[in-house]
DNA sequence: ACAATCCCGACGAAATCACTCGGGATTGAG
DNA sequence: CTCAATCCCGAGTGATTTCGTCGGGATTGT
C-alpha cells in the first residue's frame, strides 16, 4: 500500500487511519495487508497504538514483490505464469503456439514491475519536506 | 483465431473444420469470430461450402488488433485503458498514484503486442513446406 | 429443394473480485 | 488488573466476467 510507503519511519499505522485516508473499508484492507505481512513486505504490532510498517525503505520494495503478494503469481494467462510452482500445462500445449505471446507479454509486465518501486508512487511531498528538514537541521 | 493464420490463401475454413483442429465447441468460435469480423480481421462467406478468411496477410495483422477485437480495450486497469472513449475517470483519481504504474504496465502491454503479427504464431511447418515446392517447382 | 453454412440473441454455470461479518488474541495505558 | 485499541483470521455474500450452450433464423451452392 502507498500509504505505508508515504507514512514511511513515522511509525506503526494504524489500519483504522489508512482506511480513513485512502476511503476503503477497514475489513477489506485487512485482508490486503495480510497477504503483503505473509510476504514480508510490511511487519504488524499488535495491541493499542499498534499497526503496519514497511520491513524495508521503499525505494528497496519492487512493484512486482507488491503485486505478487497481493494478487499471486504474474500470468496474463495461467499457461504463462511466473511461478513454476503453479504453472500449468494447459492441455492444448502440445500444438498451441500462442504461448510464446503470453511470456513476453508477461515479460513486459514483469519488466516494467521491476523496474518500479514503492518510492515512486509515493508523493513527492512528502519526502521534499523530509529532505528539507535534513537540509535545516544539519547545518 | 491461429487456425485461420495457418489456412490463410486456402478458401475459406468452416467453423466445424476449425472446431475440430482446436477442438474448441464451434458455437462459442461462432461468438468470438463474431467479434473478428465486426473488426474487420476476418470475412464470412455464407451458404454451403461457406467459412471464414482473413482479410489480410497474417504478417500484416498485428496481435493488438486482434486482442482489441476479442477483448476489448487493452488495459490492465479499467483506469489505464487504450482507448479515450471507454476512459473511466475512478473517483480516487486525485489522490491515486498508482495510475502511472498501470499506464506504464499498458504500455508495456501494447507494445509487445504490436510488435507480434499473426504469422509469428502460425507454426512454421507449413511455411518451410511452401518455400519448399517453391524452390523445387522453380529451377 | 435441401443441406451446409453463417448470423444472432438469450441463457447459464463457474470463477473471481471486492467486500462484509463475527469473533478471537495481544498489548499498552490508566 | 482491567479495558480499549489493535491485529488475526476464517467464513460468507453479491456483482461481474468468462466460457460456453441453445435454439432458431438467413443465405447460398448443389
Redesign the interface.
Known amino acids: 500500500m ?1 500509504q505505508l510507503g508515504v507514512r514511511y519511519g513515522t511509525g506503526p499505522a494504524s489500519l483504522a487511519e489508512i482506511a480513513a485516508d ?2 476503503l473499508p477497514r475489513a477489506y484492507l485487512e485482508q490486503l495487508v495480510m497477504s503483503l505481512r505473509d510476504a514480508g513486505l510490511v511487519a504488524s504490532t499488535r495491541g493499542a497504538h499498534g499497526g503496519y510498517e514497511l520491513t524495508r525503505q521503499p525505494e528497496t520494495i519492487r ?1 512486482s514483490e507488491v503485486l505478487r503478494a497481493l494478487e499471486g503469481p504474474i500470468a ?1 494467462m495461467l499457461c504463462a505464469t511466473d511461478d513454476p510452482e503453479h504453472a500449468v500445462t494447459c492441455d ?1 500445449s502440445a500444438r498451441c ?2 504461448n ?2 503470453w511470456v ?2 508477461r ?3 514483469t ?3 521491476e523496474s ?1 518501486t514503492l518510492a ?4 513527492p511531498r512528502l519526502v521534499a519536506v523530509d529532505d528539507l528538514q535534513g537540509a535545516l537541521i544539519a547545518p
Chains 1, 2 share one sequence.
Open positions: 502507498v485512502e476511503d512493484m496474463p492444448r503456439t500462442v510464446v505471446l513476453r507479454v515479460d513486459a509486465i519488466g516494467t514491475l518500479m515512486d508512487l509515493v508523493p
